[in-house]
């Protein structure tokens, strides 16, 4: 296994299972999609059911707060360790090549390894790898829970590069044909279609140096019109960012037994750049289930003179006022909380976004005991359907430019948590390369 330090990157090992096994079966969506829809995994499971699957290697989050977590998390190390033992993950070095077909458009990433020590995801950080948005460290214990005496590391991490002239990923595409084709399937429950290439060792050389081009400071001050004495950021979180805060925060923990050499000290995931056509952001929304107090007394309560609503006669209407908003008031909508549809306008918000704006109101309004939870959710659809059974409310945001990512979070530190997500829930990563972590 190759490594570069000077680009924070290893050229991995990866693990594939072995030929014959059913891949539509094998590869499961990220386990933070459709939290507060159990039907889909319940389908994901009659889907799987005896077969070689990584659902019986993750823990989908919509379980997380039920009953037999501890022996869920025993199973799946088990379970991790019977794979490898009867071989039903076969190794394969070197960097992948991967094409995700989901919703008439295609993304293209490169599987490959970050150093953790190049990362942090602390407020403020200027690390070569950074989080685009806040970390809740809350988070973190129940999933160093799982990786904690995990054999094997699976990744739904996407990470963005900024690569406007497309030297790193594209380039790789364009010499598909030369290369061998590792897998090639439909996944389940219409998310698309999945091809894998082994990327040659000449083309791994060329991904090597086009990064490398990305990473000089004078072309990285010249991109984004700063001093060339700010650090650089070449990759930036997209996707997963409280896994790759869980993989950093147990290498700090088991770094000074294990020594600098460890696997551990390395984290697979996807690279994909921000400029990839197929790649889309969609903001997420919110929910919040069973109501205790009256959210329109607290938002007035919480904005004053700044707040004002207006009621619209459907989810159209109130999804067109929210994305066509201009003007110095930010626009969100809502659904039900005793209402039907309507968009809340803020007057001298507190932040440049929306989800800036609105996100303390919510940490307060939960905290205070004003609703039993929130989720974050995808889609117009979903926060519509939510937000709209009886004691629930849905906030409907706006979305954010993709091209203003990189130059945001150099300039302002990381967004606020959930801004973004690039793309919508059946078109997340699905688990399909594991690596040895221990």
């Not at 952001?281 to 707040?307: C, Q, S, Y």
């Not at 409310?393 to 530190?413: E, N, Q, R």
Request: glycine share 8%; charged share 25%.
């Amino acid at each position: 296994m190759k490594i570069i330090p000077d680009l924070g990157i290893q050229i991995p090992q990866v693990y594939l299972p072995k030929k014959g096994t059913d891949l539509t079966k094998w590869a499961v969506i990220a386990c933070d999609q459709f939290t507060s829809q159990p039907e889909y995994w319940n389908d994901a499971e009659k889907t799987v059911g005896d077969a070689p699957s990584t659902l019986k290697l993750t823990f989908p989050e919509v379980y997380l707060e039920k009953p037999g977590g501890e022996e869920r998390i025993k199973n799946i190390q088990s379970t991790m360790r019977k794979y490898m033992d009867e071989g039903i993950l076969q190794p394969h070095d070197g960097l992948v090549y991967v094409e995700r077909t989901v919703a008439g458009k295609m993304r293209r990433g490169i599987v490959i390894c970050l150093d953790l020590e190049a990362y942090d995801y602390n407020k403020g950080s200027s690390s070569l790898i950074r989080a685009t948005e806040g970390t809740i460290v809350d988070r973190l214990p129940p999933r160093m829970k799982i990786r904690e005496g995990a054999t094997v590391e699976l990744p739904h991490i996407l990470v963005l590069i900024d690569d406007p002239d497309r030297t790193v990923i594209e380039a790789v595409g364009a010499a598909k044909s030369k290369l061998e084709k590792l897998y090639d399937f439909d996944l389940m429950l219409d998310s698309g279609h999945l091809t894998g290439y082994a990327v040659s060792e000449e083309l791994e050389n060329k991904v090597v140096d086009a990064l490398r081009g990305l990473a000089r400071p004078d072309t990285f001050a010249a991109k984004y019109g700063i001093d060339k004495n700010e650090p650089v950021l070449l990759f930036a979180m997209g996707d997963g960012n409280h896994s790759l805060a869980t993989a950093k925060a147990i290498w700090e923990k088991v770094k000074p037994q294990v020594g600098m050499d460890h696997p551990s000290r390395y984290a697979l995931v996807e690279i994909e750049n921000v400029h990839d056509e197929g790649l889309e952001f969609e903001p997420i929304h919110r929910v919040l289930f069973g109501l205790k107090k009256d959210l329109f007394t607290e938002l007035e309560k919480t904005f004053g003179a700044n707040f004002s609503y207006k009621p619209v006669a459907s989810a159209e209407e109130m999804v067109n006022a929210v994305d066509n908003a201009s003007g110095e008031k930010q626009a969100i909508g809502l659904v039900g909380g005793g209402k039907e549809f309507g968009v809340i306008e803020i007057a001298n918000p507190s932040s440049n976004l929306p989800v800036g704006t609105i996100q303390p109101f919510i940490d307060a309004f939960l905290k205070n005991g004003g609703a039993e939870k929130v989720d974050y959710v995808h889609g117009e659809d979903v926060t519509v359907k939510l937000g709209s059974q009886p004691g629930n409310a849905g906030i409907y945001l706006p979305g954010m430019d993709k091209s203003d990512l990189f130059k945001t979070v150099i300039v302002d530190g990381a967004l606020p948590r959930k801004t973004f997500s690039m793309g919508e829930a059946r078109e997340k990563r699905f688990y399909m390369e594991a690596r040895k972590i221990s």
